[in-house]
């Protein structure tokens, strides 16, 4: 439940990109790459990689013209990513303080002193992320669907967002919230 999202080739490397929350989320979202990247790591990649992750709110979807069209992120939090996995080290693992916290309670790590970087007026606190100390397997999501109940306030919003389109028109809904809110249900819903 890791999505690899794209990847880039240059002359003196390339990069991957790995998104967990988007376009789905379980959660858990934070843990689940984490250990994704903490395994490639462990797994003896032929080549060094350098890796940042972070987490927070993104700009998601397609863009680009009809004919050449891609999804993406886009957005401080991606920028912070790019920032941390180009100050790890070969086969290190950066990781932004609130992804930390929200993730990492099954590995090990170690705290960097605070460090400043392009696009941000405060230092960024981060960790390396060492070896996996232990933990339960992380469990599959469920399918089971239960009863939806309450949201009618975001049901009626949604709906009278709905009339336009049906006519021709464009409209934009922007749902926000913590992992596991009920956000994709609220669209299934839809």
Same mark, same amino acid.
């Given at each position: 439940?890791?999505?690899?999202?794209?990847?880039?080739?240059?002359?003196?490397?390339?990069?991957?990109?790995?998104?967990?929350?988007?376009?789905?989320?379980?959660?858990?979202?934070?843990?689940?790459?984490?250990?994704?990247?903490?395994?490639?790591?462990?797994?003896?990649?032929?080549?060094?990689?350098?890796?940042?992750?972070?987490?927070?709110?993104?700009?998601?979807?397609?863009?680009?013209?009809?004919?050449? *069209?891609?999804?993406? =992120? $886009? &957005?401080?939090?991606? %920028?912070?990513?790019?920032?941390?996995?180009?100050?790890?080290? !070969?086969?290190?693992?950066?990781?932004?303080?609130?992804?930390?916290?929200?993730?990492?309670?099954?590995?090990?790590?170690?705290?960097?002193?605070?460090?400043?970087?392009?696009?941000?007026?405060?230092?960024?606190?981060?960790?390396?992320?060492?070896?996996?100390?232990?933990?339960?397997?992380?469990?599959?999501?469920?399918?089971?669907?239960?009863?939806?109940?309450?949201?009618? *306030?975001?049901?009626? =919003? $949604? &709906?009278?967002?709905? %009339?336009?389109?049906?006519?021709?028109?464009?409209?934009?809904? !922007?749902?926000?919230?913590?992992?596991?809110?009920?956000?994709?249900?609220?669209?299934?819903?839809?």
């Amino acid at each position: 439940n890791v999505t690899f999202l794209e990847s880039d080739v240059d002359r003196d490397g390339g990069r991957i990109i790995l998104v967990a929350g988007a376009p789905q989320t379980f959660g858990d979202d934070e843990e689940r790459l984490l250990r994704t990247v903490r395994a490639a790591v462990d797994s003896g990649l032929p080549l060094p990689v350098h890796i940042g992750a972070s987490r927070g709110r993104v700009f998601t979807g397609q863009v680009g013209a009809p004919f050449r *069209r891609t999804y993406t =992120v $886009l &957005g401080d939090t991606a %920028a912070l990513a790019a920032r941390l996995m180009a100050r790890a080290g !070969e086969d290190e693992i950066y990781v932004a303080e609130e992804a930390f916290n929200r993730g990492a309670s099954s590995f090990a790590a170690t705290e960097l002193e605070p460090f400043m970087v392009k696009g941000k007026s405060e230092p960024v606190q981060a960790f390396v992320l060492g070896e996996l100390t232990g933990g339960t397997q992380l469990a599959a999501p469920t399918s089971q669907k239960l009863p939806f109940v309450d949201r009618e *306030r975001e049901r009626a =919003v $949604l &709906g009278a967002s709905v %009339a336009p389109v049906r006519m021709g028109f464009g409209t934009l809904v !922007e749902l926000i919230g913590e992992p596991g809110i009920g956000k994709s249900r609220l669209a299934d819903e839809l």
